[in-house]
């Protein structure tokens, strides 16, 4: 939860508060200082905080900052108190972020105030009524949320990453602001912390790239979801390994605090029927399916239905074409199971490979390692493609001191496949791409280590969709 304070005086500001308080968003806790205390309806009490004081007072207003604030609003009526409230917060803070709303042409070299000059937007808004003058970006559009602007925060999953390798489906970056400069994007070039992206597209999925792009660690496995799905096949499951998957996917829940779903279909053991049944309790859902239904409607219907965020399956299920074809159409990661003790995991393990994908899953991957406390290797098979993995390693060395997740790199002659089954344990990642659906006989011939995941199905494993 982030404080905002809000200093308050005048119908301007009183109009603002009622804004504010019909916003549905639950991120931020509003601490408001009104001259007059005003009546606000349906205002959620544990949202917003008001007192009654003098803003301008420094005594009173250095009681409130105590508190740390991520940012002040000040919307007051005269400028002497806009400019000793700036001043005071100042003499406390002199580097929290100030937003002014200014109706005086008020100007000073503060480079954490910012003046938002209230006739400049009135004038811009009646320019807009004008026939033959351009219309300024601010009013571009049907108005409804299908042009954004995004900061890019130093922690976000979105830093040193190429714009070519974001998937961009109904929604581009089109500008890019840095330095006060636009750059027109192209597929190279690499978006820096506080960087300004200038974003079109469908409001609805734009609203899910703000929260990507926003995304910080220790909040997988949002954004694909938030609750895990374990998927039970009695049909094609080697019955007495399921407890023991059970077992293991409430593991995964307490360490990522999350809600756990089991979902059973093809129900044909009453004994475990009730196992399963038992461990139902308030963080443990049981869904058992007696009909008959297609496995692709079944699993689009309830990762919509449980907004499941990943999905738990024992490497038996995963071997159904039907299902890994349906649960690579839900784009939701998969940890599939293998057969080596789970809570004992201390690593992850990425095979460094030409594909691209691999950036675009760098940040699942550092956040389910902080998670679950692992250690991070990559493995760079040293005789083949080094030129087009450089760019992959650059990524993850400072996808590295962001996350401040330190990671190896193992350089090796052999084949990494031979190489990884000489450890005892760890978490494959790697990306859940089209091949993995469409694998054929002749795979044991490839060398696209991707392809041969199979070839360590004794290891868990998780697959991670390059797209949400």
Known sequence: MKKILILSDGKIAKHFIDRVILTHGNENIYYIVEMRAHKYENYNPARFKFFEFDP?????????????????????????????????????????????????????????????????????????????????????????????EILVPFGSSFVYRHVGVIAQKNW??????????????????????????????????????????????????????????????????????????????????RQLQNHLVIKVINPNDLDLLRYIKSQKNENIEVDINYKEELISHLIEEDIKKYYVGLVLISKKSFESKILKKALYDGRVPILKLGNRPFSKLKEAVVILTPNRELEKISTTIFDVSSQMNFNLELINYLSEHQDEKKEVIDHYNNSSTIFSKSIKISEIEENPIRYLRKKSNFLYCLPFSKKMIEQSVFSIFSTDTESLYNRLDHYHQLFIPGEI
């Open 56 to 148: 301008t007072s420094l005594h009173k207003i250095s009681n409130v900052l105590k508190m740390e604030f991520v940012q002040v609003i000040i919307a007051l009526k005269t400028a002497i108190d806009v400019e000793y409230s700036i001043k005071n917060i100042r003499s406390l803070k002199d580097q929290l972020s100030i937003v002014v709303l200014d109706q005086w042409d008020m100007r000073d070299d503060d480079p954490y105030t910012v003046y938002i000059n209230s006739n400049e937007l009135l004038a811009s808004r009646l320019l807009d009524y004008l026939p033959n003058v351009p219309v300024i970006a601010q009013n571009v559009g049907l108005g409804e949320g299908e042009i954004m």
């Open 172 to 253: 581009r970056i089109v500008g890019v602001y840095r330095n006060n400069k636009l750059i027109l994007p192209n597929d190279n070039l690499m978006i820096q912390p506080n960087d300004l992206l200038l974003i079109v597209g469908d409001p609805a999925v734009l609203k899910s790239v703000y929260l990507s792009i926003k995304r910080e660690l220790g909040q997988f496995p949002a954004p694909y979801g938030s609750n895990l799905y374990l998927i039970i096949d009695m049909a094609h499951e080697d019955l007495s390994r399921v407890k023991k998957l059970i077992l293991r996917a409430i593991f995964t829940a």
